[in-house]
T-cell receptor
Framework: GAVVSQHPSWVICKSGTSVKIECRSLDFQATTMFWYRQFPKQSLMLMATSNEGSKATYEQGVEKDKFLINHASLTLSTLTVTSAHPEDSSFYIC????????????FGSGTQLSVL | GQQVMQIPQYQHVQEGEDFTTYCNSSTTLSNIQWYKQRPGGHPVFLIQLVKSGEVKKQKRLTFQFGEAKKNSSLHITATQTTDVGTYFCAGNTGGFKTIFGAGTRLFVKA
């Protein structure tokens, strides 16, 4: 089946620094990828939809200048948390639909971000 | 906006007991998907339901999609300790966007 690779798996950074998270589709092309945020014991909250070759679509309440998304190729999307603060500490996870709309989602393994 | 409600939030069962989680959408769905997330892991796709009134089975798991395509359920017969995790329903209204329910955490006591 389709594989989505995400790294790093975990990152610890100082407050004020920026962190980049990469999400790659390994054996298929993903024109669309989704970025979710998950707090402990809570559901996945959709942050933004990453579109290859165009601007990302952000959900209401998500700061686009804070969470920069770049989808430069059909297999790579990146999320950069800029000027990270402790409240940004969370589990970030990307996903891509298999082959078409309404398709099941293939998830990356997630990135646990801890901001000190 | 679209909302997907899921209950219960958590459930403790004795191994061998049955378990059911329910999902309800505020809008009609084009499909509903179910995922399982083990502690510390990422969600893993279980199944997708598309047709009104659809029922699908995977061994001890039975999935149902309501006639109005607004609700769904997952039933596990005779739970095992390996069933431990959080079960999420996820609704799709026709585009790429998938909205997740809050999830039901299942605890199974041996």
């Amino acid at each position: 089946g389709a594989v989505v690779s995400q790294h790093p798996s975990w990152v610890i950074c100082k407050s004020g620094t920026s962190v980049k998270i990469e999400c790659r589709s390994l054996d298929f092309q993903a024109t669309t990828m989704f970025w979710y945020r998950q707090f402990p014991k809570q559901s996945l909250m959709l942050m933004a939809t990453s579109n290859e070759g165009s601007k990302a679509t952000y959900e209401q309440g998500v700061e686009k200048d804070k969470f920069l998304i770049n989808h430069a190729s059909l297999t790579l999307s990146t999320l950069t948390v800029t000027s990270a603060h402790p409240e940004d500490s969370s589990f970030y996870i990307c996903s891509a639909p298999g082959y078409s709309t309404n398709e099941k989602l293939f998830f990356g393994s997630g990135t646990q971000l801890s901001v000190l | 906006g679209q909302q997907v409600m899921q209950i219960p939030q958590y459930q403790h069962v004795q191994e061998g007991e049955d378990f059911t989680t329910y999902c309800n959408s505020s809008t009609t769905l084009s499909n509903i998907q179910w995922y399982k997330q083990r502690p510390g892991g990422h969600p893993v796709f279980l199944i997708q339901l598309v047709k009104s009134g659809e029922v699908k089975k995977q061994k001890r798991l039975t999935f149902q999609f309501g006639e109005a395509k607004k609700n769904s359920s997952l039933h596990i017969t005779a739970t095992q300790t390996t069933d431990v995790g959080t079960y999420f329903c996820a609704g799709n209204t026709g585009g790429f966007k998938t909205i997740f329910g809050a999830g039901t955490r299942l605890f199974v006591k041996a």
